[in-house]
């Protein structure tokens, strides 16, 4: 097959702020402008998805209501959607980003579709490895469903360790690290920095949807042990309600430091307004948010976990700590704000490590090359 032959792509994802939707979204938009049909499935519009663009289709997934299901499914409705836009468009591959329950849907979805040259790509994106990979719930069926993927993707070295360890795939995982595309920031620095009541502080800047593994505890209590903390703001952008973290905040003597927006976009303003990213996950495949920033010259101060270090150059592009060295984390910030050119250093090498390294052109060609291997089986 000929690598300029156009596609029909079906992608299975979630459809909210977090990293695997994200990616998703903003592969399928890519594979649509180099002329490739693509067919999202997913229950609710995914956040980031422009469903007016040429080629991009949307097939939403309703779960009907029944007495009976204390559970609702979601699995076999998803599947049965598949099955009938792949027969009715043909498609080639299915693409299931983050495996619960996308990649065991597709596989149902393939062994029902009648035609037979349907192939399932997976790309596991994390957790659906390193928490419900371990969860015996889970695990037997996460296993079958890569085992009868045709090709299977994780988004970093460490998440294919994490992988290999944790399930036998029976194939070889090939890992095609994520990509962002910045958008331009709406609005100037001075702008931003103006209305969030910035002055001349020092801004740290974390995005996630602040679930356990995000450890905002440990975010909370980095921060509230700098030096510097009259010096400093940090900025939440969060993907979930802040709520149940207000407490800590107060009784850190957070109040003045810290800024949430729950609807905080576009994220671009944001981060140009700030100085530094600081992200605190027990565990984190690779941390697209990590990424965001350095498109836009911004370095980030994480803990040394899972895939962190294949996405900055520690000491070059960001600085890494030890998992929960709080106060490591907080003279590290300390040095950063008493030396701001050290920081604006780093964010100049993580920019151009992004834009060498992570960038849609250098990342969507590899995508394409697992279809057509996949294809060719
Ligand atoms: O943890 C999140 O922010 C969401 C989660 C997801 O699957 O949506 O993120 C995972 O996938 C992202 C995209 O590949 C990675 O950048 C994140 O590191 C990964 N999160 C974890 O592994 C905890």
Known sequence: MSSQRKLKIGIACYPLVGGSGILASALGIELAERGHEVHFFSYAKPVRLDTSLPRIHFHPVSVSKYKLFEYADYTLPLAVK??????????????????VPHATAAYIAKRMAKQDK????????????????RDPNYRRAIEYSLQHSDMVTTVSNSLRRDTEEIFDVGKAVKVIHNFYTPGV??????????????????TLFHASNLRSVKRIDLLLESVSRCRNLSRLKLIILAGSSFEEFRSKVRELGLENVVIVRENGYPIENY????????YTSQTESFCLSILEGMFLGKASIAFRVGGIPEVMVEGESGVLCDFEDCEAMAGEIDRLVENRDRGRRFGEAAKSRAFSEFTAERIVPQYLDCYEQALGQ
């Open 118 to 133: 349907l192939r399932i790509v997976t790309t596991l994106h994390g957790t659906d490895t390193t928490l419900l990979g």
């Open 271 to 278: 981060i140009e307004a700030s100085d530094l990213g600081i």
């Open 82 to 99: 598949m099955a009938e836009v792949a027969d009715h468009e043909h498609l080639d591959i299915i693409h299931a980003h983050y495996a």
């Open 185 to 202: 920031p709406t609005r100037s620095r001075q702008e931003m920095r103006e209305e969030l009541g910035l002055g001349n502080s020092f």
